[in-house]
């Protein structure tokens, strides 16, 4: 069955970044947040086998699947390649994610984060395409894709050599567009060109297009006062043809307000707005940073239970404004209750695990050197 776009949520609700309280999910107010979504007309959920450390699929069944309607609302998970270590380990994985999530089908299933070499050879190994379109015919699975985070080759590899796949997530937003390691434009080419369904992750960046410099903030604001930051990022995406559904995590109340008021009467960029995109963008590239979007799939295997994530959004900040002293309280207050950057072992686990393919090892040791002499 084909999707149709046109009643596909332009925004998806990514349970990847939910509220937290005493290191859990926050409950009532992830009840809160799907309920204004929903309130909305808006009915899209987007979660996965690891995140919040296996708690995200548990989160989506206690706040939406027990309060809501099934044929109200799509459910879309992932199947992880690193957590397949022999073949019955695929059909172990999918039940227990309907048992976690308290559902008998899933309307969309991904492959995810496939990329070159071990996530999609354990794909290719276990023969996992057609073991989806297996659970689609019993119908379990509504919908068959995958994420992707590889090369635009293996990506036109891929979607040619099975055209079952009836769309494709990828990480899309106006910085990637040139980015020599994303390459999301050609990624998204190369699906626009065979008229494939495009899903959109990171169109914030993992929030780095939501807070910027001041004087960045600045060339937005002058010509659209009434828009947030963030709302260029989703606007801009939200304007290219072919795109399905754009994934925010959204972490506060806040950013759901603010989203829901982005796309309640959506109103593409113009001509102008896109010139500004562009000179932002010129901008962003020139300030060099570590393009870490706060994934967090790096920290739960980490044995030093070292913030990842964190620790690069202090070095970051800290190459914009050298002597921003709120990034150094950050990090004097980060380290109270995660390691240090300086504690990294350079055991890899993290990058194995990378979806941005970042030079973790490395960039920690960097940061240890600029960090131990902030804390």
């Avoid at 635009?152 to 040139?178: C, K, M, S, W």
């Avoid at 962003?284 to 980490?302: E, F, H, R, S, W």
């Avoid at 690069?312 to 990090?331: A, E, G, Q, V």
């Amino acid at each position: 069955m084909a999707i149709d776009l046109e009643s596909m949520s332009k925004l998806g609700f990514g349970l990847m970044r939910l509220p937290e309280k005493n290191g859990k999910v926050d409950h009532d107010r992830v009840c809160d947040m799907v309920d204004a979504y929903m309130k909305a007309g808006l009915n899209y959920f987007d979660t996965a086998y690891v995140y919040h450390g296996g708690k995200s699929e548990v989160a989506a069944r206690e706040a939406l699947v027990k309060r809501y309607p099934r044929e109200s609302f799509m459910l879309a998970t992932k199947l992880p390649a690193w957590e397949i270590h022999r073949e019955e380990d695929v059909e172990r994985i999918f039940n227990e994610q309907l048992e976690r999530a308290g559902v008998e089908y899933f309307d969309f299933y991904l492959l995810h984060s496939i990329e070159e070499g071990n996530n999609y050879d354990t794909y290719v190994k276990y023969d996992c395409f057609d073991w989806c379109m297996k659970r689609k015919a019993e119908g379990k699975i509504k919908h068959f894709g995958f994420s992707f985070h590889g090369s635009p080759e293996l990506l036109e590899t891929i979607v040619d050599a099975h055209p079952e796949v009836e769309f494709v997530q990828i990480q899309l937003n106006y910085l990637d567009r040139t980015n020599p390691v994303v390459r999301s434009q050609r990624l998204y080419d190369i699906l626009r060109e065979r008229n494939i369904p495009i899903i959109v992750m990171e169109p914030v960046r993992g929030g780095a297009l939501a807070n910027m410099d001041p004087a960045i903030e600045k060339k937005f604001k002058d010509y659209r006062p009434d828009k947030s930051v963030a709302s260029w990022a989703l606007r801009f995406v939200g304007s290219l043809p072919g795109v399905m559904t754009i994934l925010s995590g959204m972490s506060t109340e806040d950013q759901m307000e603010d989203n829901l008021n982005t796309f309640k009467n959506f109103d593409p960029l113009n001509d102008e707005e896109l010139k500004i995109i562009n000179e932002v963008t010129e901008t962003l590239v020139g300030i060099p940073q570590i393009g870490c979007t706060a994934c967090k799939y790096c920290t739960d295997g980490c044995p030093k239970k070292i913030s990842i994530p964190d620790v690069f959004r202090t070095i970051n900040t800290l190459r914009r404004h050298t002597d921003d002293w709120r990034s150094k309280n950050f990090y004097s207050g980060l380290v109270q209750r995660s390691g240090k950057a300086s504690d990294c072992i350079g055991c890899g686990q993290c990058e194995r695990v990378c979806p941005q393919h970042l030079p973790i090892i490395k960039l920690m040791g960097e940061a240890a050197e600029i960090l131990d002499r902030v804390n």
